[in-house]
């Protein structure tokens, strides 16, 4: 929901006193409101409670869009940054306590903090960790001091590392980062491609055979352990695909016979597997 910004708000002039407060502020966009503040904290809910809150939250709404233009050319609009930046005023209006020290002190943290979540929980593409958040605007603060003075070359992992108090691993994560806060579609064509491939198409797929490949080294070790006929047996089956019939003329044994051992074999083999597969995720 967008916050209604009001374009001017009539008040009386500023008397002399307040002209002279204003005067020594650090910023023309700091308002004397200190005995509207403590009006507002005595006062009930109601029409003029609302009333002095909207008053309040006009006469500070340029020091929320000031501290909103600190984050412009970041990849947000600066009319987005400015509705974020009042959010934040509104809550810091509704929040203050008078007795606890001048508004300024209060409010501004808590703009900025709003403007920096917002950066945090909304622009990123993926949810990235934090901490790799923090050590991406430690990395680019460190590259900006770096590369301040004109004609100063990109500087190295070590030099980051150094100016920045972090590991070499750390600065890294921080460069990928960097570069890492929106995501590039499957669907975009390769710049290099004349056919029109797309990024998906240089993706794998899972391969069956991946599957089978792993199936057979689990069951190489219950194999080995049978006998050479049973071993010969269930080669003649399933790699020669010979029936039982022609199995059991070639051994001189019945057909029943061989069924039995092939059924037996099979078994041996496969609680072998899976007890070897329980132990790994026992292990875990």
Same mark, same amino acid.
């Given at each position: 929901?967008?916050i ?49 809150r909207?008053e ?16 412009? %050319?970041r +990849?947000? #609009?600066?009319e $987005?940054?400015?509705?974020?930046a009042?959010?934040?005023?509104v809550?810091? =209006? *509704? &929040? ?10 209060y ?9 920096k ?5 909304r ?18 603060v ?42 590039l579609s ?7 491609? %004349?056919? +029109?491939? #797309?990024?998906? $198409? ?11 490949? =792993? *199936? &057979? ?7 080995s ?15 020669e ?8 003329d ?15 074999s099979?078994?041996?083999v ?15």
């Amino acid at each position: 929901m967008l916050i209604d910004i009001p374009t001017s708000t009539p008040h009386a002039a500023p008397s002399d006193t307040a002209t002279a407060t204003r005067a020594r502020r650090n910023h023309d966009d700091a308002p004397d409101t200190a005995e509207r503040f403590a009006r507002l904290a005595e006062l009930e809910d109601g029409p003029e409670r609302s009333a002095l809150r909207d008053e309040l939250v006009a006469e500070w709404l340029p020091m929320a869009h000031r501290i909103a233009s600190r984050f412009r %050319d970041r +990849g947000e #609009s600066i009319e $987005d940054l400015r509705q974020v930046a009042a959010l934040g005023l509104v809550k810091a =209006v *509704d &929040r203050y306590e008078p007795d606890r020290g001048a508004f300024e002190s209060y409010a501004v943290p808590t703009i900025t903090g709003e403007v920096k979540r917002h950066f945090r929980d909304r622009m990123w593409a993926l949810r990235v960790p934090r901490r790799v958040q923090e050590l991406r605007n430690r990395v680019r603060v460190a590259r900006r001091e770096l590369t301040q003075n004109p004609g100063s070359a990109e500087p190295t992992i070590a030099e980051l590392a150094e100016h920045t108090g972090l590991t070499e691993d750390e600065v890294r994560a921080g460069m990928e980062a960097l570069e890492s806060f929106s995501t590039l579609s499957l669907d975009v064509e390769l710049a290099s491609s %004349d056919d +029109g491939y #797309s990024l998906a $198409d240089t993706l794998g797929a899972p391969d069956a055979s991946y599957d089978r490949i =792993v *199936d &057979r080294e689990a069951a190489k070790t219950g194999l080995s352990r049978l006998s050479e006929r049973d071993r010969a047996i269930l080669y003649m089956r399933f790699f020669e695909d010979m029936t039982q019939s022609r199995i059991a003329d070639r051994l001189g044994i019945s057909q029943m016979h061989v069924s039995r051992l092939i059924n037996r074999s099979c078994a041996r083999v496969r609680d072998e597997v899976l007890a070897q597969r329980s132990g790994d995720r026992s292990a875990l």
